[in-house]
């Protein structure tokens, strides 16, 4: 008789950016091997969330006082809002496999697995290092997303450049010259005969996001996305990553630079103000394994094979998950 699959919980407080890197990772895992998602976003009050995660544990032991009440054989949180629930879960039950992504800023012994950028340089034992960060992709969830937008593909002929605009971090900041920057870019893009599909994120300033409309407005082979302007549109991240020929991402994102190399496409860095500092490292990486570069006018890169770091993690961690088993 076969056995039932496994139970996977994902955590985090909701934010796309954050849970699509956990999602992203179980799916990989569920690829692998018979695994049911579950997905949990944590609610906390504003008081509370501002705690160190540890207080919040200590306040809090019980994973119930997080709203979880999935069974689960293996927890994947991501962000600071989940390491205090899966500390709350492995005390409920010792036999419950955590994982953690991202550099959790406790001692990473309080988990089964921390999986971390390198750019992050956190070792330990039970550490699994990463360039970039989880993610969603694969050819068939690009494949898919493109297709409830064909026809308005069809209205941009190729070739096409994916324009993908993040926005202010802690290191960066998308500045009004920034900004001029990128458009420039656009233009010489337009010129040279190609397409453009634009999107930003919240992140992004409202004046900037101004200007790549402007822009729209004197090009009828643009597509510009925001979600303000089209609320009930699904999100054609996805569509706009599969239909690109090339794409150019602004340096500050972890996750979209990581999301663009594993489509293979020639891919290009827009810069943002502010020191890259530890990000100097990722950018060193992805340089070297993908082939990126600075964006100079020149859409011509040497080809690679698409980084596929997720599934390379899924791997281990079930390799992992199985040691601690047996």
Request: proline share 8%; with cysteine; charged share 20%.
């Amino acid at each position: 008789m076969p056995r039932p699959p496994l139970q996977a919980l994902v955590i985090s407080d909701g934010r796309r950016g954050i849970q699509n890197q956990a999602l992203g990772l179980t799916e990989a895992l569920a690829h692998l091997r018979p695994c049911a998602l579950n997905i949990h976003e944590v609610k906390r009050a504003r008081l509370f969330s501002a705690l160190h995660p540890l207080w919040q544990y200590r306040l809090r032991k019980q994973s119930a006082h997080y709203g979880i009440m999935q069974k689960a054989d293996i927890a994947i949180g991501c962000g600071r809002a989940a390491i205090a629930p899966l500390l709350a879960l492995k005390r409920a039950r010792a036999d419950i496999f955590t994982v953690y992504i991202q550099d959790p800023k406790i001692n990473p012994a309080r988990f089964d697995l921390v999986i971390a950028p390198e750019h992050d340089g956190l070792s330990a034992p039970n550490c699994l290092s990463m360039i970039g960060a989880p993610h969603r992709i694969t050819p068939k969830v690009l494949k898919d997303a493109r297709a409830p937008f064909s026809e308005l593909t069809e209205k941009l002929p190729a070739p096409r450049a994916g324009l993908l605009i993040g926005g202010n971090s802690k290191r960066h900041k998308l500045t009004q010259a920034m900004c001029e920057a990128h458009i420039y870019a656009a233009q010489n893009l337009l010129t040279q005969g190609y397409s453009l599909v634009v999107t930003t994120s919240r992140r992004t300033p409202k004046p900037a996001i101004a200007r790549w409309r402007a822009l729209t407005e004197q090009h009828e082979n643009i597509w510009f996305y925001n979600p303000e302007d089209a609320p009930d549109m699904a999100n054609p991240y996805f569509a706009f990553l599969e239909l690109s020929d090339i794409l150019l991402v602004t340096q500050e994102s972890t996750n979209m630079l990581t999301e663009a190399a594993s489509t293979g496409k020639p891919l290009f860095t827009l810069p943002m103000e502010g020191a890259n500092g530890k990000f100097e490292a990722l950018y060193k990486s992805l340089s070297k394994r993908v082939n990126m570069r600075a964006f100079d006018n020149n859409p011509a890169a040497e080809p690679y094979e698409p980084l596929n770091e997720t599934e390379r993690i899924a791997r281990q961690i079930w390799e992992k998950f199985e040691a601690i088993r047996a």
